[in-house]
């Protein structure tokens, strides 16, 4: 995993990682900038992480990932639109019905079901709500750079 773009990134994520654990959050993995060259912060994952938290409703752009415990998958679909932004969701199971259903309940641009979370290459960037303004990749992503013309001739 590389660094964080710069001083100030990493400091945002682990200021973000602070305000989790004082709001009741625990740390199970990671949770301090390394020392050294670059500006690395660790994979950090935490634990006891409540819906309400700032951590949840905020984009945090470093390798945070905060567990929040959930009972079906309406509750996690409900937990995961309750926030302004929408760029990408994932969702791991082996039932394609849940898969489905999650697809069609999560408000996201992007949901990615069972892999990491990034675009292929012909695919098409897209946030929803407060995340991304648009798409400009892919074949649909074309549309954005262009302006459409539209004539009508009766001769």
Do not use: C
């Amino acid at each position: 995993m590389g660094p964080l773009i710069n001083a100030a990134a990493r400091d945002q994520v682990a200021g973000k990682v602070t305000k989790a654990v004082a709001q009741g959050a625990r740390v199970a993995l990671g949770g301090q900038p390394l020392e050294g060259k670059g500006y690395f912060y660790p994979p950090t994952l935490l634990l006891d992480v409540r819906q309400e938290m700032d951590i949840i409703h905020e984009e945090t752009f470093g390798p945070v990932l905060p567990v929040v415990a959930f009972s079906t998958l309406d509750e996690a679909l409900a937990m995961a639109n309750d926030s302004d932004y929408g760029l990408t969701s994932s969702i791991y199971t082996r039932d394609l019905n849940v898969a489905m259903k999650a697809i069609k309940g999560l408000k996201f641009g992007e949901t990615y079901i069972n892999r990491e979370n990034f675009e292929a290459m012909q695919g098409f960037h897209a946030g929803w709500r407060k995340s991304g303004i648009g798409g400009a990749d892919g074949r649909h992503g074309l549309n954005e750079y262009l302006q459409t013309q539209v004539v009508y001739l009766q001769a």
